[in-house]
């Protein structure tokens, strides 16, 4: 069964970090783009981040450039985002979708972990 697991959302300060993993079963994401978007309640799901399958290069929203990192692990099958100097305007649902390389339209969604900020 093809499945994307979220974790390490949760409460945090304005100014603090958190790291953000999705582990992948049922497939192997050496094959997949992998993503990081956010939505908050009331809007559109938005980019966040992106990774290409090698891990060489990332892209950014303009919002997160410069405060988060996306990396991955293709050996544990895991894509991390690392979320630094938090926002308030960063709390939102944060979801993590593979893409396969050479088929786009073969794609899977998480089902997404919360984030916070807030004192």
């Known amino acids: 069964q093809v499945q994307l697991v979220e974790s390490g959302g949760g409460l945090v300060q304005p100014g603090g970090s958190l790291r953000l993993s999705c582990v992948a079963s049922g497939f192997t994401i050496s094959s997949y783009s992998m993503s990081w978007y956010q939505q908050a309640p009331g809007k559109e799901r938005e980019f966040v981040a992106a990774?290409?399958?090698?891990?060489?290069?990332?892209t950014y929203a303009d919002s997160v450039k410069d405060r988060f990192t996306i990396s991955r692990d293709n050996a544990k099958n895991t894509v991390y985002l690392q979320m630094n100097s938090l926002k308030a305007e960063d709390t939102a649902r944060y979801y993590c979708?593979?893409?396969?390389?050479?088929?786009?339209?073969?794609?899977?969604w998480g089902q997404g972990t919360q984030v916070t900020v807030s004192s």
């Open positions: 979708r593979a893409r396969h390389i050479s088929r786009p339209q073969d794609y899977y």
């Open positions: 990774i290409t399958r090698d891990g060489i290069s990332s």
